[in-house]
């Protein structure tokens, strides 16, 4: 298998745009994660998916910011509209089955908002 | 809730030299703990992980023991190489509670030659 597929792995827009972010997870995990990375904060988890469902959102930090996951193998991370405090990175990552587990994660998406 | 509080870095160190991160945390339970590298311009990798107390996570050299009693689930090595320079993240993941990861802040180590 390939591992976790993120497109792109650079964003540069201007603020006020629409992002979409994309990611292809591992064929057969039934989770699936989307994390921030920034200096300021750290590893951020902002939404998760079990079995294409959304489990858990509460780390959207605003209504700009929306998830899809249409089927098992493929979410968005959509902003809309950008803003320049929305630069880092974005991870996706998944996994599969029980708590021990290990998550694989995605190189990332550098996203830049100008 | 879940949390982890990990040495603040960054950490220089010359090759061949000991290493420790230091992990402690705080998890209804008892959780599952990982240690993940980052290495520049990539996602993040595990690099070893324990599921439960006084179990030993190695891989490459480097060794965590799962202490319930401390809460602690320290990163060592007993000689760093160039290569090992990369970010290093405490994680755990709580059974009692959602599925996902919760990391420590990360610690960015720099190994010399």
């Known amino acids: 298998d390939a591992g976790v597929i993120q497109s792109p792995r650079h964003e540069v827009t201007e603020m006020g745009q629409e992002v979409t972010l994309r990611c292809k997870p591992i064929s057969g995990h039934d989770y699936l994660f989307w994390y921030r990375q920034t200096m300021m904060r750290g590893l951020e988890l902002l939404i998760y998916?079990?079995?294409?469902?959304?489990?858990?959102d509460s780390g959207m930090p605003e209504d700009r910011f929306s998830a899809k996951m249409p089927n098992a193998s493929f979410s968005t991370l959509k902003i809309q509209p950008s803003e320049p405090r929305d630069s880092a990175v974005y991870f996706c990552a998944s996994s599969f089955g029980t708590v021990n587990t290990e998550a694989f994660f995605g190189q990332g998406t550098r996203l830049t908002v100008v | 809730g879940d949390s982890v509080t990990q040495m603040e870095g960054p950490v220089t160190l010359s090759e061949e030299a000991f290493l420790t991160i230091n992990c402690t945390y705080t998890?209804?339970?008892?959780?599952?703990l990982f240690w993940y590298v980052q290495y520049p311009g990539e996602g993040l990798q595990l690099l070893l992980k324990a599921t439960k107390a006084d179990d030993k996570g190695s891989n490459k050299g480097f060794e965590a023991t799962y202490r319930k009693e401390t809460t602690s689930f320290h990163l060592e090595k007993g000689s760093v190489q160039v290569s090992d320079s990369a970010v290093y993240f405490c994680a755990l993941a709580s059974r009692g509670s959602a599925r996902q990861l919760t990391f420590g802040s990360g610690t960015q180590l720099t190994v010399l030659p």
């Open positions: 998890a209804t339970g008892y959780p599952s």
């Open positions: 998916f079990n079995n294409n469902v959304p489990i858990d």
